[in-house]
């Protein structure tokens, strides 16, 4: 199966699939092909396709990532206000995280264990 997510504005707001018996399996080519598809089913917006094997584009998109044009990846929407991207547009926490179970408290600004 063939995913595609509607971009508005630079941020994903839907998501279809388009059967590999339309576009076939092989991306870049299949992206065109599920495009007219999407267009001929009277879908408007602009349409990309996504990985969910994450083979392209740097990650699966889904509703609410944005997708970064130069770069040409989707990128997760950004977890805390506290958090930066990097370079290769992942967000990374302040404080690095320890090895173990634990989870970002954003109000501290520290990770908690459990």
Known sequence: MAHFVQITNQVVTD??????????ENYPASEAIGQQFIADHNYPGEWLQTSYNNNFR???????YTYDEEADVFVAPKPYASWTL???NDWQPPIARPEGYCDWNE???????F
């Open 15 to 24: 998501a279809i699939v388009v059967s590999n018996d339309v576009v076939g």
């Open 58 to 64: 740097k990650q699966y998109a889904g509703i609410g």
């Open 86 to 88: 990097d370079d290769n």
């Open 107 to 113: 109000e501290t600004q520290s990770w908690v264990e």
